[in-house]
């Protein structure tokens, strides 16, 4: 269960990316479905962790703090290499983007795809019309929603024979984003994400820390789309699907994140933010 909450963190914070020096601390409460499980082997509480993005020219860190855990995801656009940091072990895994690879088929035994299922990711993301006034921020709503065929999902950390158990399963995101265009940084973060979405970062990102899904660069090009800086994301997380796991993990119900700024500053940042600190072990 935990990989599964793993990845889907990672997919929320893998296209933040800014131009400027800029910080964005941002606040996220995970509710129901597979968190219920993580929480219930804790306090109970809901899971919260909190994500720092910082930005210096073309790189991008983001820090996800849940508990007593921290992973830190660096992205350079100017090099097109990412590096997962993990202070608990030391390590850094650098990891730059791959050709595109052929199509693995099946595992053998695996039931086929259903008809209309996409491959690796599907994204749509929609404005509304919509707008409301946050924190003194006016927001415009856009509505996303994104499909993940879990069927297609590798990685070193995951055995053959779990990769078979989710053949079949899909992961169905939906939900809105209100969008603050007038408030610093909103400019320079939607000329990175335009930058970024001629690569394929988010995908690598992924592979560092373990887990493979083809079609990340869609949710990053869908999000450079979005006109201005994610102020309130709002979804929920469902399962479809046929087999053991997809029916196992319909029975816990959807999961709710919800994603809020709490602070967003342009003080300058150091370049060794960016950098893998002295003592680290650094895996290729």
Partial sequence: MKRWLTTTLAVLVCSAALRADVTIVQTTTVEGGMASMAASAGSGAPITPKITTQIKGMKSRSDIETGPATVATIIDLTTKQVIVLRPDQKTATMVSPAP????TPPAAGAPPAAPGTPAGVDVTVTPTGKSQVLDGLKCDEYTFTTRMN???MSGRQLPPEAMQMMQGVMMLMEGSMWVAK????AAEYL??????ATGALGEAALTAAGVSLPGMEKLTKAMASVQGLPYLTEMTIKIEGTGQIAEMMKQMGPMKVTTR????????????L???PEGYSVIK
């Avoid at 007038?182 to 940084?185: K, N």
């Avoid at 000329?191 to 970024?196: D, I, P, R, T, W």
């Avoid at 700024?261 to 060794?272: F, G, M, Q, R």
């Fill in 191 to 196: 000329a990175f994400q335009k930058a970024s």
């Fill in 261 to 272: 700024v709490n602070s967003i500053k342009t003080d300058a940042l150091s370049d060794d």
């Fill in 150 to 152: 879990m069927g297609e």
């Fill in 100 to 103: 595109p690879a052929a199509t």
């Fill in 274 to 276: 960016f950098k893998v």
């Fill in 182 to 185: 007038e408030t610093p940084g």
